[in-house]
């Protein structure tokens, strides 16, 4: 059974920082990609960043670029999201994610982050 928890969200001021962890189980997480999503009050689900499975090669949505730093452990089956410099419109719900080519996504239950003064 595929399942993926998200924890490290909260509340932090503007120019803050916090780190989000998925921790995942029911499959082989080293050989698959995995991304982090958000969603934002009245918005669609938007990707954040991925990761690759082999190498662990990153990619990142261009309103995060050079704040988040995604990694992973694949000996702890942990990805993380690290973020800097944290604006309010970086408030949303946080989504760990990952997608099987038969049987499509899996998501966590989500972790909240609002940035707020």
């Known amino acids: 059974q595929v399942r993926l928890v998200e924890s490290g969200g909260g509340l932090v001021q503007p120019g803050g920082s916090l780190r989000l962890s998925c921790a995942a189980s029911g499959f082989t997480f080293r050989n698959y990609d995995m991304r982090w999503y958000r969603q934002a009050p009245g918005k669609e689900r938007e990707l954040v960043a991925s990761?690759?499975?082999?190498?662990?090669?990153?990619t990142y949505a261009d309103s995060v670029k050079g704040r988040f730093t995604m990694s992973r452990d694949n000996g702890k089956n942990t990805v993380y999201l690290q973020m800097y410099s944290l604006k309010t419109e970086d408030t949303a719900v946080y989504y760990c994610n990952v997608r099987f080519r038969v049987t499509g996504d899996y998501w966590g239950q989500g972790t909240q982050v609002t940035v707020s003064s």
């Open positions: 990761i690759a499975s082999a190498g662990g090669s990153t």
